[in-house]
């Protein structure tokens, strides 16, 4: 089973660089702490998912950690952002500021959904593995 929670955290990993990435080309230089979360992010689950495939069980403490503490910090940053969207609608018309607010939105809400899902998978499976590993 660990090989399996292997690749979900390389996907994880995979997903987070590509969503600081897409970002970084939306917003610019505005989104430094979407591609710092995604970058460093990604590297970890990407380290995480190398090493529980060859069975060690810290990274799959340390996946399972990332996961729990990306879906605390994207819930905290998608909230705000959601906050700001709907003042940004509310007060002005300037509909660029407002679609780059929004793509901002978009993007954390689907890093949180993508880090909830890993650390629910990664929860349900988490005493197989945790048998699996050394």
């Known amino acids: 089973m660990h ?5 979900l955290y390389a996907f994880f990993g995979a997903f987070l660089i590509g969503c600081g990435a897409v970002a970084v080309d939306i917003a610019g230089e505005q ?23 060859r069975g060690k069980r810290w990274a799959f403490i340390l996946g399972a950690g990332e996961a729990g503490l990306l879906t605390i910090l994207l819930g905290w940053r998608a909230g705000t952002y959601f906050i700001r969207l709907l003042n940004m609608v509310q007060a002005s018309g300037d509909t660029v500021t ?9 993007l954390t809400t689907a ?7 890993t650390l629910t998978v990664s929860v349900m499976f988490a005493k197989q593995v945790l048998v699996d590993t050394k």
Not at 98 to 106: H, N, P, R, S
Not at 111 to 117: D, G, T
């Open 3 to 7: 090989k399996n929670i292997s690749y």
């Open 111 to 117: 890093m949180l959904i993508i880090s909830l899902l």
């Open 98 to 106: 407002t679609e780059t607010a929004g793509m901002a939105f978009l």
């Open 31 to 53: 989104a430094n702490t979407a591609l710092i979360t995604g970058g460093i992010g990604g590297f970890i689950a990407l380290t995480a998912g190398h090493f529980l495939k």
